[in-house]
C-alpha cells in the first residue's frame, strides 16, 4: 500500500487496485482537533457536542447548524495566524523560469483523449482521430458524433493515453465523475501554500492520488478547472495550465460568499415550495395575503414579484430575485407570468388593478393625516358664522349619481317679478375646516383629485371628515359657498353674487329620479322646472357663442365584491344630453362663467380655464348625426385646455369669455384652491397665492391628475370588457359607425355598454348603426374581438 502525508493527513491508496473508485479517505488529526469533510461544501469543520447527526464518508459526524459556519471562519483565521504565510502576487511565489518549465505543450496526435469545449456551455471528451487541414483536427466525442476541432477549442490533453477507443469514453468519465471528491483540493492547498509552490493536474495527482496515471490526472484537471475557492490559474499555454494557492484571506472570503450563496439557494428553495404548495391549494384554501408579507425573508421574495409584475422593480437584486423564482418555478421572465404566479397563489386577486399598482396611487391616509381631520371635525370653528347669508328658506337640489359619496354642490331657482330667472349654486365649503399648509391640506394637495374607480373611491380628503364634515346632507344645515345668477331672458348673466352662505338641502336626488320629476311637471317641484329652463336658455346662448355640444354616452360601473373570481358587475350607461345630466351640467358651467368674472372684477389670480377653438368650424359636421357620432369627430380634432392664473381667456368649446372650476372642493384640488383665494378675498385678508405660487402647485396637481384619469380610463375599459365576457355569446349589440379608420374597419360605439371598439362591417355610412357579436373579450390584455351580425 502506498502511503502519501499531507500535512499530517494520511491519504491511502491500495497499490493493487488502480481505481479511484476504491479510494477512501478519513478523519484526520490535524493539531489537536478532530476534523470531518463535509463534502457539499468544500471545507471542513471541527466537530462538536449538538442534537444533530450527518452521515457520510464512513464516519459519524455531529455539528452545530448555528455554529458551523463561525467555527470555520474561527479556524482559518488560526491557520492564518500560525502560518503567517500571505502570497501577495505571482511574482512572488514563482518565477517566470519555473513556470515556463512547466508550460509544456503537448503535441496533438491520434489515438489521444483530450477535452474541448463544444460552445460556451459544454465541454467534451473526444479521441483524436486524424488532422483536418492544416491545423483543425477531426475528433470523435463522448457522443458519438465526429466533428472538426480548432487548437484553441483544447482545453486538456489527458497524458498517459495512446490509441484509446472512443466508445470507451462515456465508462471513464463516469469512473471520473464518481471519485470526485473537492474537499481532497483543500489538503493540496494547505501544502502547496506553505511552500508557495504551484500545481499541474498532474503534480496535483501525484499529490493527493499517489500517481498520475490518465484517470487520476483527468480527475485532478476536473478539480482544479471546477474550482472556485481554492486555486486560480497563473497561466495556460496551449492545453497545459498552471495553478496557484489563493491567499488565506481570499480563501476565507470565497467560502463566505459561498456559504451565502448556498443559504440564499436554500431559502429560494424553501419559497418556491411554498408558492408551489399554495398553487396546488383550492381558491378558498389558498393563504391571506397577509401571511406572505410577515416574515422578512417571504415578504422580501414576495415583494421582488411584485415590483417585477408591475415592472417597478426598484434596483438589481429585486429583478434578480424575481427573476430566480420564476426560473425555479419554470416560468418565462416576464412581467405577465409574475402576475400570473401571484394569482395563482392567491396574493393578487384574479381582477388586480395593474395600473394601480403600477402608477404609485395613494389608497389610505397616513394615521397622522386621519387623526388631524378627526380633530378638525371636533375642534373646528366658523370664522365665517357672521358673514354667512341665511338661504335655509330655499328649495336645494342635491343631484348627483346614485353612489355619490361626496356631494360637494346643490342647486336652488325661483322666478323674479319681471320674469327673469334667477339660480343659486350652493358649493360646499371645506375651507371652513381646512387652512391652507396644514397636514391635511397638504395630503389633499399630494392627490390633487378624489380617485372613483368601479372597485372602490380613493377621497382626496380623509373619508370621515369629507362625508360627514365637508360634504351637503339632505335636511341638515350645512355651510356653503353660494353663487347666485340672474339671466337676461337670451341665457346671458344680468347679475350675479358671491357669499358665504347657510342652507338646508331638500332633496338628494340621481339624474334618473330628477328626469323623472321633469317628466312628471309636477306642480309643487316648480323650482325644478325652472333649473331646466334655465339650463335649455344657457345651452341656447353658449351655442351662440360658438360653444362646441360634446354631449356622448358616459359609463359608470360599480362592482361591489371585486376580489371574486366572478364579481358581480353593475353597468350604467347615461346619456349627457339627458334633461337632468344637462340641468347640472349647465348650472355648473353657469358658476364657472359667474367666477371668471368675479375674479376678473377684483384682480384675483385663479385657475381661469380655456380652450382655444377658433380652426373649428362647427358647419363641417353639419351633416353628422348629433350626439356621439358628431362629439366623436370633433373631439378628435379638438386642442388641449390651458389655464391662466391672471386673467381669464375664452373658453372656445364652453363658448365662454371665461370659466375657473369652483363646483368641486372636495374632490379637486385645483376648486379647492379657488375657494382659498375667494374666501380670503371676501374676509378682507391677503390672498394665500400668488399667480406664480398657484402656477407651480398647479402643475404638479395636474400630472398627478393625468395619471388618475389614465388610471380611471384603464379601470373602467377593463370591467366593461370583463362584463362583455360574462355576457352569453349569442348576444347581439348595437353599434353605431363614428368613422372609418382603413377600408371596411371602422370605429364602432356599442351603445349598451358606452365602449368604443373596432370592426369590419359591410355598410359604408358613418352614422350607421350595425349589429356585432363579440367573438372574444380578455380584459387583462385590453382585447375585444367584435364580429358584425350579417
Not at 107 to 112: A, R, S
Amino acid at each position: 500500500m502506498a502511503v502519501r502525508a499531507v500535512n499530517s493527513c494520511s491519504i491511502f491508496r491500495s497499490t493493487s487496485s488502480p481505481q479511484l473508485s476504491s479510494f477512501r479517505y478519513f478523519p484526520f488529526h490535524f493539531r489537536t482537533l478532530h476534523w470531518c469533510s463535509y463534502s457539499q461544501l468544500g471545507f471542513y469543520f471541527p466537530v462538536s457536542r449538538t442534537k444533530k447527526q450527518v452521515f457520510g464518508h464512513g464516519c459519524l459526524r455531529s455539528y452545530s447548524v448555528q455554529s458551523f459556519v463561525d467555527s470555520v471562519m474561527e479556524e482559518f483565521k488560526a491557520l492564518r495566524r500560525r502560518r503567517r504565510v500571505c502570497a501577495t502576487s505571482k511574482a512572488e511565489m514563482l518565477t517566470k523560469e519555473i513556470l515556463e518549465d512547466k508550460l509544456v505543450n503537448r503535441t496533438l496526435q491520434e489515438g489521444l483523449l483530450l477535452e474541448f469545449k463544444k460552445d460556451s456551455d459544454r465541454v467534451l471528451l473526444a479521441v483524436a482521430q486524424r488532422p483536418d487541414g492544416k491545423k483543425n483536427w477531426m475528433v470523435s466525442d463522448q457522443n458519438g458524433v465526429t466533428s472538426s476541432i480548432k487548437p484553441q477549442q483544447i482545453t486538456y490533453i489527458v497524458p498517459g493515453v495512446e490509441n484509446f477507443d472512443h466508445t470507451e469514453i462515456p465508462d471513464f468519465i463516469q469512473k471520473a465523475q464518481n471519485n470526485l471528491d473537492p474537499t481532497l483540493l483543500e489538503f493540496a492547498w494547505v501544502e502547496i501554500l506553505e511552500k508557495n509552490q504551484s500545481v499541474t493536474a498532474e503534480e496535483l495527482a501525484e499529490m493527493i492520488f499517489g500517481s498520475k496515471e490518465p484517470l487520476e490526472s483527468y480527475c485532478a484537471h476536473l478539480l482544479l478547472s471546477k474550482d472556485e475557492i481554492y486555486f486560480t490559474v497563473l497561466e495556460t499555454k496551449g492545453s497545459v495550465s498552471i495553478y496557484g494557492p489563493r491567499p488565506t484571506l481570499q480563501v476565507e472570503e470565497l467560502l463566505r460568499r459561498k456559504l451565502m450563496k448556498e443559504a440564499a439557494e436554500e431559502e429560494l428553495q424553501e419559497f418556491v415550495q411554498l408558492l408551489k404548495s399554495a398553487k396546488a391549494m383550492p381558491l378558498d384554501a389558498k393563504p391571506p395575503k397577509s401571511s406572505w408579507i410577515t416574515e422578512e425573508k417571504i415578504r422580501d421574495k414576495i415583494k421582488s414579484l411584485e415590483a417585477y409584475a408591475i415592472d417597478d422593480c426598484r434596483n438589481d437584486d429585486q429583478k434578480k430575485t424575481a427573476g430566480a423564482i420564476l426560473k425555479a418555478m419554470g416560468l418565462a421572465k416576464t412581467a405577465s407570468s409574475a402576475v400570473n404566479l401571484l394569482m395563482n397563489i392567491g396574493y393578487f386577486p384574479v381582477h388586480v388593478n395593474l395600473d394601480l399598482l403600477k402608477l404609485n396611487i395613494p389608497t389610505d391616509h397616513s394615521d397622522e393625516v386621519i387623526t388631524a381631520a378627526e380633530s378638525l371635525l371636533s375642534e373646528s370653528s366658523d370664522k365665517d358664522e357672521i358673514d354667512r347669508k341665511d338661504l335655509t328658506h330655499l328649495k336645494v337640489y342635491a343631484i348627483d349619481v346614485d353612489e355619490a359619496d361626496e356631494l360637494d354642490d346643490a342647486l336652488s331657482a325661483t322666478r323674479l317679478q319681471d320674469g327673469r330667472i334667477k339660480v343659486w349654486i350652493h358649493v360646499a365649503d371645506p375651507t371652513r375646516f381646512v387652512d391652507p399648509g396644514s397636514i391635511v391640506d397638504r395630503a389633499a394637495m399630494k392627490r390633487g383629485v378624489s380617485v372613483f374607480l368601479p372597485t372602490a373611491t380613493y377621497p382626496m380628503f380623509p373619508e370621515k371628515l369629507a362625508m360627514e364634515g365637508m360634504s351637503l346632507k339632505q335636511g341638515e344645515i350645512c355651510q356653503a359657498v353660494t353663487v347666485s345668477v340672474v339671466l337676461h331672458s337670451d341665457g346671458s348673466i344680468s347679475e350675479y353674487s358671491v357669499e358665504n352662505s347657510v342652507i338646508k338641502p331638500t332633496y338628494m336626488l340621481t339624474y334618473e329620479s330628477a328626469s323623472e320629476l321633469l317628466h312628471l311637471d309636477l306642480a309643487e317641484e316648480a323650482e325644478l322646472k325652472i333649473l331646466s329652463e334655465a339650463a335649455k336658455l344657457r345651452l341656447q346662448w353658449r351655442r351662440q357663442q360658438g360653444a362646441v355640444d360634446t354631449a356622448t354616452l358616459e359609463t359608470r360601473i360599480k362592482v361591489a365584491n371585486p376580489d371574486d373570481p366572478e364579481p358581480t358587475i353593475n353597468l350604467y350607461v347615461e346619456n349627457q344630453a339627458d334633461p337632468a345630466m344637462r340641468l347640472v351640467s349647465e348650472m355648473m358651467i353657469l358658476c364657472g362663467e359667474a367666477m371668471a368674472t368675479f375674479g376678473s372684477h377684483n384682480n384675483i389670480p385663479l385657475p381661469y380655464r380655456g380652450q382655444p377653438q377658433s380652426n373649428i368650424d362647427t358647419s363641417a359636421f353639419a351633416h353628422l348625426p348629433e350626439g356621439p357620432v358628431r362629439t366623436a369627430a370633433i373631439v378628435k380634432i379638438m386642442r388641449a385646455a390651458e389655464i391662466d392664473f391672471r386673467n381669464p381667456i375664452r373658453h372656445g368649446i364652453l363658448g365662454l369669455p371665461g370659466y375657473v372650476q369652483f363646483t368641486s372642493p372636495i374632490r379637486r384640488y385645483l376648486d379647492l384652491l379657488a375657494h382659498y383665494q375667494v374666501k380670503a378675498f371676501l374676509r378682507g385678508e391677503s390672498l394665500p397665492f400668488t399667480a406664480g405660487q398657484l402656477e407651480g402647485i398647479a402643475s404638479f396637481i395636474n400630472m398627478h391628475a393625468r395619471m388618475v384619469r389614465k388610471l380611471c380610463s384603464s379601470g373602467l375599459r377593463y370591467w366593461i370588457i370583463e362584463f362583455l365576457r360574462t355576457q352569453p355569446k349569442e348576444k347581439r349589440y348595437h353599434a353605431l359607425i363614428l368613422r372609418f379608420i382603413k377600408d371596411r374597419n371602422a370605429a364602432l360605439l356599442l351603445v349598451e355598454v358606452g365602449l368604443q371598439a373596432s370592426a369590419w362591417v359591410s355598410v359604408a355610412q358613418v352614422g350607421d348603426e350595425v349589429e356585432v357579436q363579440i367573438e372574444e373579450a380578455h380584459p387583462r390584455d385590453d382585447v375585444l374581438y367584435l364580429k358584425e351580425v350579417v
